[in-house]
């Protein structure tokens, strides 16, 4: 499995940073976890193929996490040629389907009319989609919004799980434990702490519990770039630490 973190940041309009969106790769699966803003022209920046992508799974319905799906699907459909004829399979908690009609509507094609076949697949918190023979999708609940979920992605015997935006929680650490990478959102330092986001000391107690082989932070909004993330993680996390970028990548 290969793992890119295509954009890394947040609401916050940054330089460096477009918003969130990470992709997965495994045998012939190619899946975008969230697509806000930024992500689409950010994959043709690092030179990844976007016209490969098999799967998009939502975490939530925050503009930062979404608005470049309607980009993709335009672009699917318009920017290349021949258009794109394999077919898309969009996941998420309940309510993404209507989100997409919504998006889709307002701008007027809707997600069926595309000319290439789309599915919307709502898995319930605590659900479990098999892709194909080696790649499984599994959701949670996570306290950010009501519909939020985090995800637990594995394929050729590893293991990543993906936070979204989270609260602290220490049932997710416990659901993410001895992961191979947890992605971590790492939102705003302790001085700012809001109860639907992480600060670096809140994931380091995540990560505590769950004790991945490697952490990688991410979602990260201006102010807590001033905090040495690192530095206040290994307080009480000893594993290895990535503060990601737009375009950092590992293959497990």
């Not at 991945?212 to 040495?228: F, I, K, N, Q």
Request: hydrophobic fraction near 40%; charge should be negative; glycine fraction near 8%.
């Amino acid at each position: 499995m290969r793992l890119t973190t295509v954009g890394t940041g947040t609401a916050a309009p940054v330089a460096d940073r477009v918003q969130a969106g990470h992709l997965v790769e495994s045998g012939s699966v190619k899946m975008l976890l969230d697509c806000g803003s930024g992500v689409s022209f950010r994959l043709a920046a690092l030179g990844i193929d976007w016209r490969t992508i098999t799967h998009v799974a939502l975490t939530h319905f925050h503009a930062d996490h979404v608005l470049d799906v309607p980009t993709l699907l335009t672009a699917w459909r318009y920017g290349t040629l021949p258009p794109r004829s394999a077919p898309l399979e969009i996941l998420g908690p309940p309510g993404t389907a209507a989100l997409i009609d919504r998006m889709t509507e307002t701008l007027g094609v809707r997600w069926r009319e595309y000319g290439f076949p789309v599915a919307i697949r709502e898995m319930v918190p605590g659900e479990r989609v098999v892709i194909d023979d080696d790649f499984a999708v599994e959701s949670r609940s996570v306290p950010h919004t009501p519909e939020s979920v985090a995800y637990l992605i594995e394929g050729a015997a590893q293991r990543i799980v993906y936070s979204g935006d989270t609260g602290y929680d220490e049932g997710f650490a416990r659901w993410a434990t001895d992961c191979d990478i947890l992605l971590c959102e790492c939102s705003l330092p302790a001085s700012m702490a809001i109860p639907t986001h992480l600060t670096p000391e809140q994931v380091g107690s995540i990560a505590t519990i769950a004790t991945p082989r490697l952490l990688a932070v991410t979602h990260m909004y201006p102010p807590v770039e001033s905090v040495d993330i690192p530095a206040v993680i290994a307080a009480q996390h000893a594993g290895p630490v990535v503060v990601c970028h737009d375009g950092w990548n590992t293959e497990l």
